[in-house]
DNA sequence: CAGGATCCTTTACGATACTG
DNA sequence: CAGTATCGTAAAGGATCCTG
C-alpha cells in the first residue's frame, strides 16, 4: 500500500534535471545575474550605462551577454535612431520572472555569510 | 515626503550583488546542482553511487566537487575504517537551505520551455 | 555611442592511468 | 573502493584597438 509508484515532486527527477540544466545554461556566466539584476529596476539603460553599472565588465563581454540574454526573450533591445545611435536595453515581462530566483538566491548569500560567521565564532 | 532614502530590500543594491555572487561562486560549475540535488533526497551515497547517479561526470570532477562542497558545509563525508576504504556523503542541514533555491531554478527551467514553445507556435 | 575584431591568458572540463 | 596524477582540449574571460 505505501509502495505505490511516486512520481516526486519535490525531490529531483529527471525532468528537474533538466530544467535546472536549461536554467543555469540559459544563466551561466559571470555576469547574467548581474545584467538581469540591474535591469530588474524596470529602468532602460543603455550600453554605456550598463557598463557603468556591471562592475568589473568590459564591452566585449557585456555585448556578448545582451546577445545571449535577448536572443532568450529576457530582455529587449531597442535602437532610436538619433545621430549617434542610441540603444536603450530593458528587461522583458518574461524576464521579471526571473526576479524570484535572483531574490532566493540573494538571501541564501546573506544566510551564508551569517552561517559562516556563526561557525567561525564557534570552533 | 515620498523621498526618504529607502534601502531597497527586493531591488539589487550591492548588498546583494555580493551575496548572489557569494551564491553562484559556490554553486558554480556543471556539476554542483546536480550532486546537491541528488544527495538532497537524504540518503547516504558512497564515492561509486554518486558517479553512477550523477550523470556524465567521471572520478575528476566528483572527487573535485565534492571538496567543493564539503568545504562550505553543504555536505559531509564519513570515512568508515571497513577493509577497502569506505566513504559516505550526505547533505547537512545547513545544505538543505539550497533547497528552495534549487526548487525555484528547477520551476523556472518548466516555465521557460513551455514559454519558448507558446512563442514558437505564435510566430 | 554602441559594439565588432583580434589576441591572449586562464580556468573548466574530460579521458585515462595509477595507488593505498 | 575511493580517490590522485597527468595530460590535453575547449570554453570563458580580459585588454586593447578599431569602426559606422
Redo the contacts between chains.
Sequence with gaps: MKKKAVINN???CK??????????E?LSGKWK??II??L??GKKLRFMDLLREV?GIGTKMLSKELQDLEMN?LISRIVLNTKPVTVEYQITD?GK?????????????????N?VYK?KRRV
Design positions: 519535490n525531490l529531483p525532468t528537474e534535471i533538466t530544467a535546472i540544466k536549461d536554467t543555469m540559459i545575474f548581474h539584476g540591474t530588474s529596476l562592475d526573450q518574461f520572472t526571473l526576479i524570484p530566483i535572483i531574490d532566493e538566491i540573494a538571501k541564501w548569500g546573506i544566510e551564508y555569510r552561517f561557525n
